[in-house]
């Protein structure tokens, strides 16, 4: 969904760019280096408060390094601060306007704006929004992130907006000729955002079987199983993204969320979903961790285990108190 891949991670974070240090001392350069070693190590532990004090004084101490300002911007946006945002993604274009990256993480943080303005601001938002992602694709014709970011726009938005279906057929035949489960899943969620749920099964199908090589592409589909209810999809979702990034906990995550769905009680999806909870990263594109207790909540219901599940819904609503599912499984399991 639009929400998702705007503040979704799309992107591995880069390398510092060498060339910004020339004329420094070792010793300074050496320093400059530790500081966004330091910002970018916090940032990946989700403790995004220091990150940017980090990233900040690094920023200041180096203002020619645009990688330092994408990780800020990348870092405000999973603090929500759009404004901020948007400030350093500017910074990094500014630094280096050739840069798909940074145009379309620019479109991100522009995105994550509109979806919190009003109607006129954010129409304008949105447009600009396009325009990055359109602008990273023209840049860089394999930047599938920013394609996919791309087409979603169009399938989702308005025309008003500059979106359109069809502006966004084009672009899933571009990206079809240069990776086809990088296609598929670009019709797929085209076809989601239209909510013809079965030409999207089928387009989602076909990109799992063509062995998408982006984890984010193979666990947002892991998502939308997620939210249908499709357990041997999800099984699917868990052995691509294994094979993929094997490090990566989501597959642990989705897995489990199959074998509740199949009310399997072998015990396993217990110990995937403690083992998620352990590693998970708080960030954009992954499962939440109260989702992961509201699914514990769920596999213990299944079990019988009436008072464990309680503990379980009440830590999910504790951590997101919207959690629709863990509310009302709460009032039916202490009213029985």
């Known amino acids: 969904m639009l929400t998702k891949t705007v503040g979704s991670s799309l992107l591995p974070l880069l390398l510092l760019c060498a060339s910004s240090t020339r004329g420094i001392s070792a010793t300074t350069s050496s320093q400059q280096d530790e500081g966004f070693d330091a910002g970018r190590q916090a940032y990946e532990v989700s403790d ?58 620019l479109g991100r943080a522009y995105g994550g704006k509109a979806e919190h303005a009003g109607m006129f601001s954010g129409l304008s938002l949105a ?21 996919q970011a791309l087409v979603e726009y169009d399938c989702s938005a308005p025309g008003i907006a500059g979106g359109g279906e069809d502006k966004a057929r084009p672009e899933i035949a571009r990206i079809t000729a240069l990776d086809v489960a990088e296609g598929h899943y670009a019709g797929g969620n085209c076809r989601r955002q239209k909510k013809d749920f079965a030409a999207a099964d089928e387009e989602f199908t076909k990109s799992l079987e063509n062995h998408p090589r982006s984890a984010n592409l193979i666990y947002d589909i892991g998502d939308y199983a997620v939210k249908r209810g499709q357990p041997d999809r999800l099984i699917a979702v868990a052995d691509e993204g294994e094979k993929a990034t094997p490090a990566d906990p989501r597959g642990k995550f989705y897995r489990a969320v199959a074998l509740v769905l199949k009310k399997d009680s072998d015990g396993e999806a217990e110990v995937l979903l403690r ?51 863990a509310n009302e499984a709460l009032k039916r399991l202490k009213k029985a």
């Open 127 to 147: 447009k600009k929004t396009r325009k990055e992602f359109e602008t990273a694709v023209r840049l860089d014709e394999r930047n599938f992130s920013a394609a």
């Open 48 to 105: 995004y408060s220091r990150a940017a004090k980090i990233l900040q004084a690094a920023a200041s101490n180096n203002p020619r390094n645009a990688e330092i300002y994408l990780l800020l911007a990348k870092t405000y946006n999973e603090m929500q601060q759009h404004d901020a945002a948007i400030t350093n993604a500017e910074k990094a274009v500014a630094l280096d306007p050739q840069n798909s990256v940074y145009h379309e993480w």
């Open 275 to 325: 083992e998620y909870l352990k590693v998970a990263p708080v960030r954009n594109g992954y499962p939440r961790l109260w989702d992961a207790h509201d699914w514990l909540g769920r596999l213990y219901e299944n079990q019988g285990k009436t008072q464990a599940a309680i503990g379980e819904y009440e830590v999910a609503l504790k951590m997101e108190p919207k959690d629709k599912n």
